[in-house]
């Protein structure tokens, strides 16, 4: 099966379940929900360790496909970039969802739709962007 702009099995349901534990947070209040998540979002783009590679191991699917751009490729990951962006987005979100709410349903939204797609416009313009 071709992966569409790099996504995998793994990476569309990490998406997934990321983004419904945003919504299920912000739904039910659960402040600790999208502090892990946001955690778990900047821990892996930091340490550069995927959940999503052992779920697509478990689901027999194979590397993500490279997405060729026009500008000259970085050393770092687009899918590292994606989680380090949408942790910070879900984290400063949460701490200031007073006047940020908007952000971290967006974000929520966002993610489970690509999870749900295996279309992420975000990672796709990071690859876009010259990240490999």
């Not at 209040?29 to 590679?53: F, N, Q």
Request: aromatic share 10%.
């Amino acid at each position: 099966m071709k992966n569409i702009g790099g996504v995998t099995k793994g990476d569309r349901l990490f998406m997934f379940l990321s983004g419904s534990a945003i919504v299920l947070g912000l739904y039910f209040s659960w402040p600790g929900l999208l502090y892990g998540v946001a955690a778990v979002l900047l821990l892996e783009g930091l340490l550069d360790r995927r959940s999503s590679s052992l779920l697509s191991w478990l689901l027999g699917g194979g590397r993500a496909a490279r997405v060729e751009g026009r500008l000259p490729r970085a050393s770092v990951d687009a899918g590292r970039a994606w989680r380090l962006l949408m942790g910070l987005a879900v984290l400063v979100s949460v701490l200031f969802l007073k006047h940020l709410w908007f952000l971290a349903w967006f974000v929520g939204f966002v993610v489970a739709g690509a999870g749900i797609s295996g279309v992420c416009p975000g990672l796709m313009l990071l690859q876009r962007m010259g990240l490999r």
